[in-house]
């Protein structure tokens, strides 16, 4: 997803990368020019954001600087503090119920932009995006309406029924936790997804509806965790993947799975139809905050 944040006269594009289960992986900053000046990915366990790590390029291409910081969050999984790798408190964000307040990031350069599960800050809107729809903290409710209309409820603009402190949306579609519908919005929804000439977006939120009912009353899935969540099983090797393309997981992990990190070198191997081993890449410096296992001798078995 490309989004561009106009800032003075200039355009300066964010992108930000959702995984597979709509979680945000990570955002990338652009100069005028451009070029990557700054990026953001998170580490994930299941719905738990547990760190988040900075790179500062230089060029746009060049990696100058990690940091990682480590993410502390409350009871829905809503990030409230984060600390640096010596345990100092490097951000905050003391909001109320509703998500009204400001962040604190206590001097240091750190910025994260989670929000409320599924929510992102936006800060030139002011609001938070919430894949389908964008939430307005100081009013508690939606800018937009619920996309399957009166179907979920009389309120289209509500909030998680006005209860944040117990229930979170994470698509902007209905309140987790409260997943089951009456019969005949069952029925409702069913008779809408036959509609051929049915827009997409509708469709899809009208499925994701029914999907999470279905998934509430026991008929969908049979891989649940014991909070009864489907558990991907590729997920944990996806955010790793991202780390390693960005270069900021460690070299050692990285080759173990065969993802590709720009900041680590090569193996040695032979070219196709060729006995001559490809050229390494050049060792890149070491950043600080990360290290890595020392790589194993690399035995090229075309010599042999």
């Avoid at 299941?46 to 502390?72: C, E, F, K, M, N």
Wanted: glycine letters at 10%; a negative charge; hydrophobic letters at 30%.
């Amino acid at each position: 997803m490309l989004k561009e944040v106009p800032q003075g006269t200039a355009r300066t594009p964010n992108t930000y990368l959702y995984g597979p289960d709509g979680q945000v992986m990570g955002q990338v900053r652009y100069t005028t020019a451009g070029r990557k000046s700054q990026a953001s990915y998170y580490v994930w366990l299941d719905s738990l954001p547990i760190a988040q790590i900075d790179l500062t390029y230089s060029a746009g291409t060049t990696v100058t600087r990690t940091t990682l910081t480590y993410l502390h969050s409350d009871h829905l999984n809503t990030p409230r503090l984060a600390t640096n790798q010596g345990g100092n408190l490097v951000w905050s964000w003391p909001s109320d119920a509703f998500g009204v307040g400001q962040p604190n990031n206590h001097g240091s350069t750190i910025d994260v932009i989670l929000r409320f599960p599924g929510q992102v800050a936006d800060a030139h809107s002011g609001l938070y995006y919430n894949y389908f729809r964008d939430y307005d903290a100081e009013t508690g409710r939606y800018v937009e309406s619920d996309p399957i209309g009166l179907d979920g409820g009389l309120n289209t603009y509500g909030y998680v029924e006005g209860n944040p402190l117990s229930y979170f949306d994470e698509y902007g579609l209905t309140a987790e936790g409260n997943h089951k519908l009456d019969q005949a919005q069952v029925d409702r929804i069913k008779e809408q997804l036959k509609d051929p000439n049915l827009d997409k977006k509708t469709r899809n939120a009208l499925q994701k509806k029914l999907n999470t009912h279905e998934k509430a009353m026991g008929e969908r899935g049979s891989r649940k965790s014991k909070g009864g969540k489907i558990r991907s099983i590729r997920g944990p090797l996806i955010h790793i993947e991202l780390a390693c393309i960005a270069g900021a997981a460690p070299c050692a992990l990285c080759d173990e799975l065969n993802f590709p990190n720009p900041n680590c070198p090569v193996d040695l191997r032979c070219e196709e139809d060729n006995n001559t081993p490809a050229s390494p890449a050049p060792v890149p410096p070491s950043f600080p905050g990360w290290s890595s296992l020392p790589r194993p001798n690399i035995i090229d078995l075309g010599q042999q």
